[in-house]
Nanobody, 118 residues
Framework: QVQLVDSGGGLVQPGGSLNLSCSVS????????MRWYRQAPGKEREWIVS??????????NYADSVKGRFTISRDNAKNLFFLQMTTLKPEDTAVYYC?????????WGQGTQVTVSS
C-alpha cells in the first residue's frame, strides 16, 4: 500500500524559511518522479515542482512562482522527499502536498499547512 505523509509546515514570517518533508512507503521512491503541489484558500491545487526519477532522466522543473526560492531534494535510501522554501511570501500561504504516480494511480500526502504572516 502506497502512503505519503507530509510534515514540516507551520507559521513563518515573510522572508523566512521552512523545510517540508514527505515520507513515502509502499514503493521504491528512487524509481519514481515526485512532485509537490499546494492549494491556497479558495484556489485550485497548483503544481509547484516536479523531480524526475533517475530512469526518466531530465531536470527538476519549478513553477515560476517559486523558482529561485524553493529547492527540492531526496533521500532515496530513506524514501524521503524534501521541499526547502526560502524568502517566503504571504502568497505562499497554502496547504502543501507531495504526490507520486504509481501503477496508473495518483497518490497524495495528507498535506501540511504553511502560513506566511507577520
Amino acid at each position: 500500500q502506497v502512503q505519503l505523509v507530509d510534515s514540516g509546515g507551520g507559521l513563518v514570517q515573510p522572508g523566512g524559511s521552512l523545510n517540508l518533508s514527505c515520507s513515502v512507503s509502499g514503493l521504491k521512491m528512487s524509481d519514481y518522479s515526485m512532485r509537490w503541489y499546494r492549494q491556497a484558500p479558495g484556489k485550485e491545487r497548483e503544481w509547484i515542482v516536479s523531480d524526475p526519477s533517475r530512469a526518466a532522466g531530465g531536470t527538476t522543473n519549478y513553477a515560476d512562482s517559486v523558482k529561485g526560492r524553493f529547492t527540492i531534494s531526496r533521500d532515496n535510501a530513506k524514501n524521503l522527499f524534501f521541499l526547502q522554501m526560502t524568502t517566503l511570501k504571504p502568497e505562499d500561504t497554502a496547504v502543501y502536498y507531495c504526490q507520486v504516480k504509481y501503477l496508473d494511480r495518483t497518490y497524495w500526502g495528507q498535506g501540511t499547512q504553511v502560513t506566511v504572516s507577520s
